[in-house]
C-alpha cells in the first residue's frame, strides 16, 4: 500500500501478513480523495475511519493535512499497527480498539468525514447499520458525508440519506449526507 498524495507522497508501508484485512485499492483510493479534495479542505475535516484496518485510509488524510482523526478497529493487530506507523510517521491518529457497531452506539466524536470500509461479507442488516446509526446518533458534522466501502455485489442504495456511488473494479464507494427535505 502506498501513500498517493500530500506530504508523504509515493511512500510505501507494509502491513503484517496476518491482519484480517483487505486494504483499499490505491486506484480506487486515489479515486475517492479526487471526489474528496474538490469538496474539502483537508486541514479543516475531521475523520472518523471505522472498520479501519491497517489505517489505509487514514494515512492518507494524514498526509493530505488532516490534523483529527480517528481510527477504530476491533482488531488488536490491527490498532496496534496503525499506533505504531502513526507515531513513526508523526500522524495525528487516534487509535481505538473496539466493535465499530457498539463504538457508534456510544460515540460521542462528530466528524465531517465518516469512512467506513466494514468486511465485504456482512449482512444487508449489518451495512443498513452502519448509516441508520451514523444519522441516529447525529455523528456528521455540517456538510459531513457518510462513505461506505463494499463490494459490487452489495446494493446500498435503497437505504436513507443516500446520495450516490461510485464503482471501481470491485469495489464501490455508497456516500451518505443529510439531504433537505
Not at 465499530?100 to 456510544?106: A, G, I, M, N, S
Not at 455485489?153 to 435503497?158: F, I, N, P
Request: aromatic residues 12%; charged residues 25%.
Amino acid at each position: 500500500m502506498r501513500i498517493i498524495s500530500g506530504k508523504n507522497k509515493g511512500q510505501r508501508l507494509t502491513a503484517p501478513k496476518k491482519l484480517p484485512v483487505r486494504p483499499t485499492t490505491d486506484m480506487a483510493k486515489e479515486a475517492l480523495f479526487n471526489i474528496l479534495n474538490n469538496q474539502y479542505h483537508f486541514s479543516e475535516v475531521s475523520v472518523l475511519d471505522l472498520f479501519a484496518g491497517t489505517g489505509n485510509i487514514s494515512y492518507e488524510f494524514a498526509s493530505r493535512g488532516s490534523e483529527n482523526i480517528t481510527a477504530v478497529d476491533a482488531d488488536y493487530g490491527c490498532i496496534k499497527f496503525i499506533t505504531a506507523t502513526s507515531t513513526e510517521m508523526d500522524f495525528p491518529i487516534v487509535t481505538i480498539k473496539k466493535d465499530v457497531f457498539q463504538y457508534l452506539q456510544t460515540n460521542p466524536v462528530k466528524a465531517h468525514i465518516i469512512f467506513a470500509d466494514p468486511p465485504y461479507d456482512l449482512s444487508p442488516e449489518e451495512f443498513a447499520t452502519i448509516p441508520q446509526l451514523v444519522f441516529e446518533k447525529q455523528l456528521l458534522l455540517e456538510n459531513g458525508v457518510l462513505i461506505i466501502e463494499h463490494s459490487k455485489h452489495t446494493d446500498l442504495s435503497k437505504l436513507e440519506h443516500f446520495t450516490n456511488q461510485r464503482k471501481y473494479g470491485g469495489s464501490v464507494f455508497s456516500f451518505f449526507e443529510w439531504t433537505k427535505e
